[in-house]
Nanobody
Framework: QVHLVESGGGLVQAGGSLGLSCAAS????????MGWYRQAPGQQRELVAS???????AYADSVKGRFTISRNNAKNTVYLFMDSLKPEDTAVYYC?????????????????WGQGTQVTVSS
């Protein structure tokens, strides 16, 4: 089992920045990739960024150039720095961990999830 604990999030004005962090514990050696998903009201959960153990990163087109994912392997922590935030970035953001790369994996098959943290961008 892997336990994910998120922190960060909150309310920010459009154009502002915000950071999220996700600390993993437990059987972390089983994990190949970690990432951040988001889910807005009435919408499906979508992957916005992921990073593998080797540092390979991938981003959704909607956040490319604005969001940066990084990780500190010594702390088993993944970060998401969000810049130039837009109202449409408002969502609950979830940390995830998986045994393989995340992009292309159906939501229902992702191995581990955090509890979610709210990000609200006001216009």
């Amino acid at each position: 089992q892997v336990h994910l604990v998120e922190s960060g999030g909150g309310l920010v004005q459009a154009g502002g920045s915000l950071g999220l962090s996700c600390a993993a514990s437990g059987n972390i050696f089983s994990i190949t990739a970690m990432g951040w998903y988001r889910q807005a009201p009435g919408q499906q959960r979508e992957l916005v960024a992921s990073i593998t153990n080797s540092g390979y990163t991938a981003y959704a087109d909607s956040v490319k150039g604005r969001f940066t994912i990084s990780r500190n392997n010594a702390k088993n922590t993944v970060y998401l720095f969000m810049d130039s935030l837009k109202p449409e970035d408002t969502a609950v953001y979830y940390c995830a961990a998986h045994r393989a790369r995340l992009f292309g994996v159906p939501i229902t098959l992702v191995d581990y999830w955090g509890q979610g943290t709210q990000v609200t961008v006001s216009s």
